[in-house]
């Protein structure tokens, strides 16, 4: 199945400063979602946008989405050591019930 | 909130043993999911199941098989492990079919065969 890609494959910043992950996909999608995952955990769910939204926000989280480009980025803001992690971007494809596609993933690492 | 629980954080097995690994999930979630992970690779969906005894092939079924008996239970089964399932296996589950709204996850279990 086609996967979103996810770049860079690594980030390494300083604590306090923003990092930006980005994510390009193929099929034309309902939404995207992003997950984050904690070395040896499970994935936890942080923010989903629709294909009609273009920017959304959680907290120190940014979203946008572009369909016509195909990709969306992800912005964390004034990073934390406890922002190190996996960050994954999923789609889910526009075509009745296909399963999320998962992309391989950006890992962070957040310097105190 | 929603709690998926697997039965293993880590296990060993030995080449030719028939391993399964449990998956429970706590929210009347009709959707279940399994899926490995493998540096590099990322995640890659094994079978995913959207009803009790239902089930469907995701993109790499070969070499395992499901069981889906309770709403909640949703089981891996390897018939004969091979070394090159050693791999971290995480088992989600979601209130809509594909995952719609956000999949909830396991904590995974990381699988060795020796």
């Known amino acids: 199945s086609q996967q979103g890609e996810e770049d860079p494959q690594a980030l390494s910043i300083q604590e306090g400063e923003n990092a930006t992950m980005n994510c390009s996909y193929k099929t034309s999608i309902n939404n995207l979602q992003w997950y984050r995952q904690n070395s040896g955990r499970g994935l936890v769910h942080l923010i989903l946008?629709?294909?009609?939204?273009r920017e959304k926000h959680s907290g120190r989280l940014r979203v946008t989405l572009d369909t016509s480009k195909k990709s969306s980025s992800l912005l964390i803001t004034a990073s934390r050591a406890a922002d190190t992690a996996s960050y994954f971007c999923a789609t889910d494809a526009n075509s009745g019930n296909t399963p999320l596609v998962f992309g391989k993933g950006t890992r962070l690492s957040v310097i105190a | 909130d929603v709690k998926v629980t697997q039965s293993s954080r880590y296990l060993v097995k030995r080449t030719g043993e028939k391993v399964f690994l449990e998956c429970v999930q706590d929210m009347d979630h009709e959707n279940m999911f399994w899926y490995r992970q493998d540096p590099g690779l990322g995640l890659r969906l094994i079978y995913f199941?959207?009803?009790?005894?239902?089930?469907e092939k995701g993109d790499i079924p070969e070499g395992y098989s499901v069981s889906r008996e309770k709403k909640e239970r949703f089981s891996l089964i390897l018939e004969s492990a091979s070394t090159n399932q050693t791999s971290m296996y995480l088992c989600?589950?979601?209130?809509?079919?594909?995952?719609?709204?956000?999949?909830?996850f396991g904590p995974g279990t990381r699988l060795t065969v020796t």
């Open positions: 989600a589950s979601s209130l809509f079919t594909s995952g719609r709204g956000g999949q909830y």
């Open positions: 946008i629709r294909s009609n939204e």
């Open positions: 199941s959207y009803d009790v005894k239902m089930k």
